[in-house]
């Protein structure tokens, strides 16, 4: 791995807390590691770790106070949206309070290779591509970009997209769904995502990719979602057979 | 949002497109999109597009020919793990070939108090933890912090770490494993973790945490993962009922 875009030592430190802070993970009124823990836990000098606490203490994230030591001073927003592994976070939220819906793009495209093989069509056959962004409490959630065949065109419309869930749509109009897969990764948001969901540059960003088959397995949707790290998660139970294997 | 550490665009897009080829995501011999496509897509000049372009080029990752146009001359290692939700990477890859597991840290530690939560006891008590680094094929895959309570120091040595999965060992010293949870976001790697899985700052990682309780409801484990997100995502099969919902 090439390290070509080295970020200073305590400018990574001071990023990896101010995450922890805005993102909640450190609370308000919790103590943050002192100059020697950091220089130790880092393996950096106290005069790096003193930096990133002061770029922290600039930022209004924390108070160092003598003899107390550092503390958060930073209420973080509401906690993560948690995502139940079976259910989409469009079902959850469509229309949930203070979430709405914004469509980017909508139309037919040809489809890419990738897609064409997960639709189980011929690559650049046309498909119908629809990109929206889900906000909650007004700010960007994730951005969906979703394909169907073509065959759908009557039942999705960028108008109907605004109300209803993509898969909502696809059951109204009589598809009857019969299984699907999902993989979860984390990527580098790409500029396009960054401006989407109003990240910094390569913020880590968490994907949710979909594959839905009707009952007879013939393809019916592909989606793929990303999501903003420090607003949504996903939680899954585990049964004793699931943990014990 | 702050965008204080502001990567110029092109080496965005740079680094953004190097991310698919290097992942696979872009095969070797597949085409990359053109100046044009570029600039069009991230709402950038032919200029900017063609700086990101030549990055690649120079990086030997693509070739530019006059007519064919930019190709992926670079063959991606194998294909990313994917993993069962309901296995832990652990389980999957402890005896499997190629798998190595190195120790990083191993002992008592006073629990902070997230980590007293998740186990059940008082912060500042002391709890056993282990700091381990899976590889595959030579290279970092992740790295796994368990935290344990002390009674299992019996069974739970550094030594043992290294030739069972700890969920193993757990069982075999007769815990019963009742139910467990999990939790999955993706956040930046701090330099820590960039050392620790030969990361580039701030890169992605998919995070992983576990809960698990014994069938009394005891808590028995906390287990928080970062796996590289270029050699590790987690797949999951839906039902019929999950899609639907």
Redesign the interface.
């Known amino acids: 791995?090439?390290?070509?875009?080295?970020?200073p030592?305590y400018?990574?430190?001071f990023?990896?807390l101010r995450?922890e802070i805005l993102s909640g993970t450190r609370a308000y009124g919790?103590t943050v590691p002192t100059e020697h823990q950091l220089s130790e836990?880092?393996?950096?000098s106290r005069i790096t770790a003193r930096r990133a606490l002061d770029e922290l203490s600039d930022m209004g994230l924390v108070e160092r106070r003598r003899r107390i030591g550092t503390r958060v001073i930073h209420r973080a927003r509401p906690a993560?949206i948690?995502a139940d592994?079976?259910?989409?976070v469009e079902?959850l939220l469509a229309f949930g309070r203070d979430t709405a819906v914004r469509v980017l793009a909508f139309g037919a495209v040809p489809a890419d290779?990738g897609v064409a093989e997960a639709l189980g069509i011929d690559p650049q056959m046309e498909v119908l591509r629809a990109v929206r962004v889900r906000y909650k409490d007004g700010e960007p959630l994730g951005r969906i970009v979703s394909y169907t065949p073509l065959r759908f065109a009557d039942v999705l419309t960028e108008t109907a997209l605004t109300t209803a869930p993509l898969?909502e749509l696809l059951?109204r109009s009589g598809a009857r769904?019969?299984?699907?897969?999902?993989?979860?990764?984390?990527?580098?948001a790409?500029?396009?995502l960054?401006?989407a969901l109003?990240?910094?540059?390569?913020?880590?960003?968490?994907r949710v990719e979909?594959h839905?088959q009707d009952?007879a397995g013939t393809p019916l949707l592909l989606t793929i979602a990303d999501y903003r790290?420090d607003r949504?998660?996903?939680?899954?139970?585990?049964?004793?057979?699931?943990?014990?294997?």
Chains 1, 2 share one sequence.
């Open positions: 791995m090439r390290r070509g875009d080295a970020v030592l400018h990574q430190i990023l990896a995450d919790s836990r880092f393996g950096v993560a948690d592994i079976d259910q989409t079902s290779p898969l059951l769904i019969g299984s699907g897969s999902q993989t979860i990764s984390a990527l580098s790409d500029p396009e960054v401006e109003a990240l910094e540059p390569r913020a880590a960003v968490l979909r839905v009952d790290a949504y998660r996903i939680s899954v139970d585990l049964s004793a057979s699931g943990g014990r294997r």
